[in-house]
């Protein structure tokens, strides 16, 4: 009785609402076939996209490109950022704590990768297939977006 009160009223009362952040999916086309910057995480060293809290005076797409920079050292072509998606993941705060957040995906072209940024020291980037992409990333959400790339925002 004591986990049914606890699963259907105290837990649900105690969960925070999901936390927003937005990405950076940045691509270029190299032979005709699309490959995607990755990152990897300063804590874990997991596979990621650049992404980020929203930024005072700046809209989703154009936080995304300064994530992108910011992470990964991308400088991008004029194309505006396209959002092509969302995922969700528990994102650890400070302390450990998961909290679920949304993630509103931006589609950025490359236009070159600086040697030196901001966070050069603490990542490590590469350039991978969406397949490869969607096989190094822990979120399924955000590997199925990989899957289902839609490829016309490329061309």
Excluded: H, N
């Amino acid at each position: 009785m004591l986990r049914s009160l606890w699963k259907t009223t105290l837990a649900p009362l105690l969960r925070r609402p999901a936390r927003f952040q937005v990405a950076a999916l940045c691509y270029r086309l190299s032979g005709g076939v699309p490959e995607i910057v990755m990152i990897t995480s300063r804590e874990t060293g997991r596979w990621v996209l650049p992404k980020g809290w929203p930024k005072t005076g700046l809209g989703a797409g154009e936080t995304a490109r300064e994530e992108a920079w910011e992470e990964a050292g991308v400088t991008t072509t004029a194309r505006p950022p396209l959002r092509i998606g969302r995922y969700r993941y528990d994102k650890r705060l400070k302390g450990g704590v998961p909290v679920a957040t949304d993630v509103d995906v931006y589609a950025i072209e490359v236009k070159a990768l600086a040697d030196r940024f901001p966070e050069a020291a603490e990542r490590r980037r590469a350039w991978m297939a969406p397949d490869e992409a969607a096989a190094a990333v822990d979120e399924p959400e955000l590997a199925e977006l990989f899957r289902t790339l839609p490829l016309g925002i490329m061309t």
